[in-house]
């Protein structure tokens, strides 16, 4: 029979094996956003160091944060901006964990065509125009002026681009009406191919790989998109979305660029990235 100190004694043993085992597991996983020898070895470079945005564009005052070795999106800034790398990028694999508040939306972006700031509240008087139109209006016009832009008109700086999906699958309603719309997709072009988002509030792995017009999504370890952008598939959404005449429709049928930074989409709901890291492919 073990007497009460006996069984206490053995108790903190227990207790203090299993701190001592998790402290070593803990000690041989890899820090988050560092790079492991044999990440350099094969070209990879960090995009975020875990505590500064430090290689990022200066995004609109109070809409990104450094929280808890993340990039956070900020809800309800005054003027929504998506997150952008210094440095183009041209053939690329990028790699990056993502999670998202329950409800939330976001993505990362990529091939930028052209940037501009959208702001309803400053269309010329009497105009009335859906989203799609006030985005060709300042594309055609460049009329928005940041020093103009008012706490709640819902303004926006709005890369044009192809975009990896982040989203919370299970409650946002985009994903819950349109495949297209769901974590991994090429958003609003093409569906991933299975579910393999986990439930928000924890961490993805989301992965892209592009190689010329051919570009892959990954998440937690499944190719969910395999497709070139120049697909009869990708090209029918866009004119479905994007009506004749319309810059963008131009832009995302053309690609002419095919160098441009990376973004992270602020889609005005909590969101959060780190151990972003990239290789350029030869």
């Known amino acids: 029979m073990i007497t009460g100190h006996r069984a206490a004694a053995a108790g903190r043993l227990v207790l203090f094996l299993s701190c001592l085992a998790h402290g070593l597991g803990a000690a041989g996983a890899q820090a988050p956003n560092t790079l492991t020898p044999e990440d350099r070895r094969e070209g990879w470079r960090l995009l975020f160091d875990g505590k500064t945005m430090r ?33 183009e990028f041209g053939d690329f694999e990028f790699s990056f964990e993502w999670r998202v508040a329950p409800g939330a939306n976001s993505g990362v972006k990529y091939l930028i065509q052209d940037v501009v700031l959208v ?20 594309l055609e016009h460049r009329s928005a002026k940041r020093e103009l832009v008012q706490a709640g008109s819902g303004a926006q700086v709005y890369p044009v681009a ?50 010329g017009l051919r570009v892959e999504h990954w998440l937690n370890g499944v190719k969910v998109v395999d497709i070139r952008l120049d697909d009869p598939r990708v090209r029918e959404s866009v004119e479905r979305r994007w ?11 053309e690609i002419p660029k095919r160098r441009s930074p990376v973004a992270l989409q602020h889609h005005n709901d909590e969101a959060w990235f780190r151990n972003l890291k990239i290789r350029e492919l030869r």
């Not at 990022?56 to 952008?84: F, M, Y």
């Not at 702001?119 to 300042?138: A, I, M, S, T, Y």
């Open 55 to 87: 290689g990022w564009a200066p995004a609109a005052k109070g809409a990104w944060t450094v929280e808890d070795g993340c990039l956070k999106a900020v809800p309800r800034p005054v003027l929504r901006e998506d997150l952008l790398t210094e440095e």
């Open 119 to 138: 702001d309803e509240k400053q269309l010329p008087g009497g105009l009335r125009l859906n989203f799609e139109q006030q985005v060709g209006w300042f």
């Open 243 to 253: 009506k004749a005449g319309h810059p963008v429709r131009r832009l995302l049928t």
């Open 162 to 211: 192809f975009e990896y999906q982040v989203i919370d699958d299970r409650k946002h309603p985009d994903a819950l009406m349109n495949a297209s719309s769901r974590a991994g997709a090429l958003y609003r072009m093409a569906a991933p191919a299975q579910a393999a988002a986990k439930p928000a509030g924890q961490f993805n792995e989301g992965r892209i790989v592009l190689r």
